[in-house]
């Protein structure tokens, strides 16, 4: 359901989005035919390999691989929604990406393809020797091989979690897992390894040089290090929960994890450095993978999509993570975008080919924007608690209303009709002098608002309160349910729509409200259409449903995350935005 806190939220904006020159810009995909495509995400990465510093992948969440070419970050097309978390490859033409639900996708040169089929667990990691010889390890001792033709499966001899794989040669293979499970293949059988730990720990990542050269690393601090003869542990000095190791060579070593602190109320990062003879420290960052071709070009990609660099001397960043939460968006076209979210600063800006950050003009300690719409691109208005702001073409600033109260819908018909609606039945409008308080004659919280024109106007909210507004008055309208109603749109006064709690969608056909069917009971968010036969709503779970005049029918593995604010342009253009910083984009036929 949606985020109904009217307390305010002070927090640091965390990420700049795509801002146009920095090196956080990340190229979206253009689909050859009409489909949903991510615009902008942060999505935690969990897995990054390449053949040089300027052919470099990272794989993460729903579905998400990134490329990077030496000068630019792009997203590549998938068509999985699976979470990614491990990849290898054999070279630039043949590169293998694993994830949940027993996820293999391969990538030949030009495009990535499902191959999954071998198994439904979920996998952890991947690596091989050869594009004939490739190994995948995961859950309940999941290891599927792959020859060249086929994957089968093969018996690991346990029902541990298997985390981590790596190999000198196809019959030297090493693989680790919860219960400090190591196994050893030798090219024919897979075979427990034992160790000195005193107790059972969750290993996470193995990697080495050569077979008597091998590293092992877990929860609370744990190196394990193989030297041909026995596992050995090794004190790094971090109680560290380490997710992962990667080395150049021998003597140059990284390991990665986070350590809990305050009982279970965060993390600190830390990233430790092995010479050869002692650990140091190395810096930190969230990070759950490393790589690179060289030990002054090392990627490392972690929580909220943020990926570092790191040059032999310093790590920078190369893509910051962790956005925020994407709560609406609204347009004056295709090319003139504006999407608000939970951080105080929190308005980007879409020209048609880049977002920016747009500073809201509440400093650091204003709240999360709710809502946001506008009579042009130099006269937007949006919602953020106690506050509204207002855009003029040039710069945000905060609007002196008069009125007490905390916003959550802004519409209108034109910038001298403006509506506000919010918290205890209010509602507030601006006739181009003054704002002016309305008596609304409820005191349910509102949500959402739309106007066919400045005399037909509908307001929705808490427990089924549907109002209207005749140019005189506000009334209340028999709605039919007590569900928490989100959102309001309609193509004339007789024919509006109305979505909520629990798969709601309500239509007016100019006498009544009727409930329709949407086929979901995910709690529904927003609502957008250019016709009555051209309408999109978007919920939790990443819920979109069409209509199409008859029926409501559901887009298919677009996303898993909660959809938050949806709005198109004329033309066909249709944005939809959401949590981690989640922007979809529709593109008409």
């Known amino acids: 359901m949606r985020r109904h806190t009217f307390v305010p939220q002070f927090l640091p904006v965390l990420c700049l989005l795509l801002v146009p020159g920095c090196s956080d810009e990340i190229v979206k995909p253009r689909p050859a035919t009409p489909a949903w495509i991510v615009e902008n995400a942060t999505f935690t990465l969990r897995g990054v390999w390449g053949t040089s510093g300027s052919n470099v992948f990272a794989v993460g969440d729903e579905g998400t691989i990134l490329h990077y070419n030496a000068n630019t970050w792009s997203r590549l097309a998938t068509g999985s929604i699976a979470n990614l978390t491990g990849i290898w490859g054999s070279s630039g033409r043949s590169v293998f990406a694993v994830g949940t639900e027993g996820t293999i996708l391969h990538y030949n040169g030009s495009a990535w393809n499902d191959v999954s089929g071998v198994t439904s667990a979920t996998l952890l990691g991947v690596w091989g020797c050869s594009t004939r010889d490739v190994f995948a390890v995961g859950a309940e001792g999941t290891i599927v091989h792959y020859d060249g033709t086929a994957w089968s499966t093969m018996n690991s001899g346990t029902s541990a979690n298997l985390r981590g794989i790596w190999g000198s040669s196809r019959n030297d293979v090493f693989a680790v897992g919860d219960s400090s499970t190591v196994l050893h293949y030798d ?53 560290a929960n380490l997710r992962g190791i990667w080395g150049s060579s021998a003597s140059d070593v990284f390991t990665f994890g986070l350590v809990p602190y305050g009982g279970n109320y965060g993390y600190y990062s830390v990233i430790r450095h092995y010479d050869g003879n002692s650990w140091g420290d190395l ?66 800006h879409y020209n048609g080919n880049l977002w920016s950050n747009m500073p809201s003009g509440q400093g650091q300690y204003g709240v999360e924007i709710r809502g946001v719409w506008g009579s042009s691109g130099s006269d937007v208005f949006a919602t953020a608690g106690v506050s509204v702001l207002h855009y003029d073409g040039i710069s945000w600033g905060v609007l002196n209303t008069g009125a007490s ?145 008859t029926n409501w029918i559901p887009a298919i593995n677009v996303t898993r995350q909660n959809l938050w604010g949806i709005w198109g342009s004329s033309d066909g253009d249709v944005f939809a935005v959401g949590d981690h910083q989640l922007t979809l984009h529709f593109t008409p036929p």
């Open 283 to 348: 810096g930190n960052g969230a990070l759950f993978a490393l790589w690179g071709p060289a030990r002054n070009d090392v990627f490392g990609v972690g929580a909220g999509g943020t990926i570092l660099h790191y040059d032999g001397t310093t790590w920078a960043t190369m893509v910051s993570g962790n956005g925020p939460y994407l709560n609406g968006v609204w347009g004056s076209s295709r090319n003139d975008v504006f999407v608000v979210g939970q951080d105080p600063n929190a308005i980007f």
């Open 405 to 549: 109260g905390f916003w959550i819908g802004v519409g209108g018909s034109s910038g001298n009709d403006v509506f506000l609606v919010g918290d205890v039945g209010r509602i507030l409008h601006y006739d181009g002098a003054a704002w002016n308080t309305m008596n609304s004659g409820t005191s349910e919280n509102l949500n959402g608002i739309w106007g066919n024109s400045r005399n037909d106007v509908f307001a929705v909210g808490s427990r089924g309160t549907i109002l209207h507004y005749n140019g005189i008055a506000w009334s209340s309208m028999s709605s039919g349910t007590d569900s928490w109603l989100e959102g309001v749109w309609g193509s004339s006064g007789s024919d509006v729509f109305v979505v909520g709690g629990e798969g709601t969608i309500l239509h007016y056909n100019g006498t009544s409200w009727s409930r329709m069917s949407s086929g979901t009971a995910m709690w529904l968010n927003g609502i957008w259409g250019d016709s009555g036969e051209n309408a999109f709503v978007v919920g939790t779970g990443g819920t979109i449903l069409h209509f199409d005049g």
């Open 187 to 239: 090219g024919i059988t897979w075979s427990s390894m034992s160790s000195d730990l005193a107790s059972p720990i969750s290993l996470q990542g193995v990697w080495g040089t050569f077979g008597s050269d091998v590293f092992a690393v877990g929860d609370k601090g744990t190196v394990l290090h193989y030297d041909g003869i026995a596992l050995r542990t090794m004190n790094i000095g971090t109680s």
